[in-house]
């Protein structure tokens, strides 16, 4: 392979980050539980969840005041006087209100403003407030602990590694607690190969081994949610910004549909083929690469970082490494001799050497270099790895 000379200085730099993807992690997951509430349990609830509010918002602007951020030194400024006015809320909710506000101001260290929690901002609870059982949860509100509240969770066996913070979200008239959970990923399997895999546009994914997933359904997709936020946008009324909203999550539970079920079929393949899989590293590649103002929809509409996120978890719960790879001129070098030039890259679809005239789709040239450059760093971090780590035959 004649890649040009930085892409093994590269190579050898993600590679060695990489090295860890080899040895048995922890899986840090966020678990989605669905409350049954009635009417009474709603209203407790909601009760908790806007007093809550209110006090990180008296805190904030305390923590603004004093220009003092730090989670001691403001519960010191904060914590009795808050004790005093709200002589029913819990203490423990008081504790996590301060860390909340806290954190809030290390995402925005340099605010003009104090920062503001809305009304419905997530509620923030730990284990001495909130704990499960066999016949459903048991909370603390400001009208005294509900207990047994039924739950619909699709794994209950992943409650058993619960570990931090559960979280309260009130989204669409529906109560949900979003529980971290710390599950122990498979022992990292000692691959034989790699899979390259290709990320586009007309191609979600395309890799080594053939297979594609196209984008023909995303494209339709994003063309009719677009053309309805433009229709929507003329309007300009209170109801259609409201519209527009709905639309926005609408086409995101979509993307994040589509890309659960392309990670899954990667993961497995590799999983079964005793592969390792290689992706490339497009950090950055919206300031490197431009696109005409046409395409610019196209181009930003789609969560390459969240489809990638999705392999990578997926991949550490299979026991599948997974290999980064730069991704300069992968698209332009022929996988058969190595020989690279902007002008093989004839159009989106079609690559064909100058030099020996291998021809083939350009998504799938790309996995192949992908794969080439993936076998290279298989073969250095298994070098680097512990000892009896060693390739399948």
């Given at each position: 392979m004649a890649f040009p000379v930085n892409f093994f200085k590269k190579v050898s730099k993600i590679a060695g980050i990489k090295r860890a993807r080899f040895e048995t992690l922890i899986v840090k997951k966020t678990l989605k539980v669905k409350l049954i509430?009635?009417?009474?349990?709603?209203?407790?609830?909601?009760?908790?969840?806007?007093?809550?509010?209110?006090?990180?918002?008296?805190?904030?602007?305390?923590?603004?005041?004093?220009?003092?951020?730090?989670?001691?030194?403001?519960?010191?400024?904060?914590?009795?006087?808050?004790?005093?006015?709200?002589?029913?809320?819990?203490?423990?909710?008081?504790?996590?209100a301060i860390d909340c506000v806290c954190c809030s101001y290390k995402i925005k260290r340099?605010?003009?403003?104090?920062?503001?929690?809305?009304?419905?901002?997530?509620?923030?609870?730990?284990?001495?407030?909130?704990?499960?059982?066999?016949?459903?949860?048991?909370?603390?509100?400001?009208?005294?602990?509900?207990k047994n509240i039924p739950i619909i969770v699709w794994n209950k066996e992943l409650l058993k590694y619960r570990k931090g913070q559960t979280d309260l979200k009130y989204e669409n008239g529906k109560w949900f607690l979003l529980v971290t959970v710390d599950v122990p990923d498979e022992e990292k399997i000692a691959p034989s190969a790699c899979i390259g895999v290709?990320?586009?546009?007309?191609?979600?994914?395309?890799?080594?081994?053939?297979?594609?997933?196209?984008?023909?359904?995303?494209?339709?997709?994003r063309k009719q949610y677009h053309d309805h936020r433009q229709r929507l946008q003329k309007r300009g009324t209170r109801s259609a910004n409201r519209k527009i909203k709905e639309i926005g999550s609408r086409e995101a539970r979509f993307r994040k549909d589509v890309n659960h079920c392309i990670s899954k079929k990667l993961v497995e393949?590799?999983?079964?083929?005793?592969?390792?899989?290689?992706?490339?590293?497009?950090?950055?590649?919206?300031?490197?690469?431009?696109?005409?103002?046409?395409?610019?929809?196209?181009?930003?509409?789609?969560?390459?970082?969240?489809?990638?996120?999705?392999?990578?978890?997926?991949?550490?719960?299979?026991?599948?490494?997974?290999?980064?790879?730069?991704?300069?001129?992968?698209?332009?070098?022929?996988?058969?001799?190595?020989?690279?030039?902007?002008?093989?890259?004839?159009?989106?679809?079609?690559?064909?050497?100058?030099?020996?005239?291998?021809?083939?789709?350009a998504d799938h040239n790309a996995s192949l270099n992908i794969r080439n450059l993936g076998d290279q760093s298989i073969s250095l971090l298994l070098a680097q790895a512990k000892p009896g780590l060693e390739a399948s035959s």
């Open positions: 509430t009635d009417e009474v349990q709603h209203r407790a609830l909601l009760s908790t969840m806007l007093e809550f509010n209110v006090i990180c918002n008296e805190f904030s602007a305390q923590a603004f005041e004093h220009k003092e951020f730090r989670k001691n030194q403001l519960q010191n400024i904060v914590y009795h006087p808050s004790r005093e006015t709200h002589k029913n809320f819990s203490s423990q909710l008081t504790i996590r340099n605010a003009k403003y104090p920062n503001l929690f809305k009304k419905h901002s997530a509620v923030v609870y730990d284990d001495r407030v909130v704990s499960f059982g066999e016949e459903g949860v048991s909370i603390w509100t400001v009208e005294g602990r509900i290709d990320l586009g546009i007309v191609q979600i994914a395309t890799t080594s081994d053939g297979d594609s997933y196209s984008g023909a359904i995303v494209k339709e997709k393949k590799a999983k079964g083929t005793n592969c390792a899989l290689a992706l490339e590293e497009l950090k950055g590649i919206n300031t490197r690469v431009t696109v005409r103002k046409s395409q610019r929809n196209e181009r930003m509409s789609w969560s390459f970082y969240q489809l990638r996120s999705f392999i990578e978890y997926k991949a550490s719960e299979k026991g599948v490494p997974i290999v980064m790879v730069p991704s300069p001129y992968t698209s332009q070098t022929c996988s058969d001799c190595g020989h690279c030039e902007k002008k093989n890259r004839k159009n989106q679809s079609a690559f064909v050497c100058l030099s020996c005239g291998f021809a083939a789709n």
